[in-house]
């Protein structure tokens, strides 16, 4: 089955500064990447996705990039602030049929202000 | 309209006990996931129901059934709670032809 890595497991950064977060994927079949931000104690809420026939997706300061060939994507949050700590996820799944999401084991980034 | 709802938001059983997490979405959704969080850990499916009277075994079954019992029904029951089965479960739901899944707010169940 599909196997999903997320790097770092924790991120620290100064406000202001850009957070990276990283995700490997092992089904080429895969062809849709969300990402979900999860507050302590709520649901997951996607902030960002990307299908596999996209390249790059920029909603204001959240940008994900995919890279099919080397099987990675990464989500790129600019000019960070104190709301934007929270633990996020990746995920993939194929998008057809069984649409279940394998999901990364998460980053927890925090914000300083 | 409610999304996805679950029911109960908590849960505290002993060793051996069994109970049935409800999961509800009014959005005319065909699909519906049971996931369960472990502490640091993202996601893992348990179950996965594509339509009415359909369903399928994701990645962590053991211990668990479900039963899809409409369209906007979807429940998941543990037979004999074990202490492993501690931990949040999340309902999903998507519509045909879309990527996007909705949560519902997570059951956090413990097990003594």
């Known amino acids: 089955g599909e196997n999903v890595e997320q790097h770092p497991s924790t991120l620290s950064v100064q406000e202001g500064d850009s957070a990276v977060i990283k995700c490997t994927y092992s089904d080429s079949a895969s062809n849709y990447f969300p990402w979900y931000k999860q507050e302590l104690g709520k649901r997951p809420q996607l902030i960002i996705d990307?299908?596999?026939?996209?390249g790059e997706k920029k909603d204001q300061r959240i940008a994900v990039t995919l890279n099919k060939t080397a099987k990675h994507f990464s989500l790129h949050i600019t000019e960070t602030q104190p709301e934007d700590s929270a633990v996020y996820f990746c995920?993939?799944?194929?998008?057809?049929?069984?649409?279940?999401?394998?999901f990364g084991s998460g980053t927890r980034l925090q914000v300083q202000p | 309209n409610a999304g996805v709802t679950q029911t109960p938001k908590f849960q505290v059983l002993k060793t051996g006990q069994s109970m049935t997490l409800q999961c509800a979405q009014d959005m005319n959704h065909n699909s519906m996931y049971w996931y369960r969080q472990d502490p640091g850990m993202g996601l893992r499916l348990i179950y996965y129901s594509a339509s009415e009277g359909t369903t399928d075994k994701g990645e962590v079954p053991n211990g668990y059934n479900v039963s899809r019992l409409n369209k906007r029904e979807f429940s998941l029951r543990l037979e004999s709670a074990a202490p492993s089965q501690t931990s949040v479960y999340f309902c999903a739901s998507n519509r045909d032809q879309a990527y996007e899944q909705y949560f519902g707010p997570g059951t956090r169940l413990t097990v003594t």
């Open positions: 995920a993939s799944s194929r998008g057809t049929g069984r649409r279940a999401l394998t």
């Open positions: 990307i299908r596999s026939n996209v």
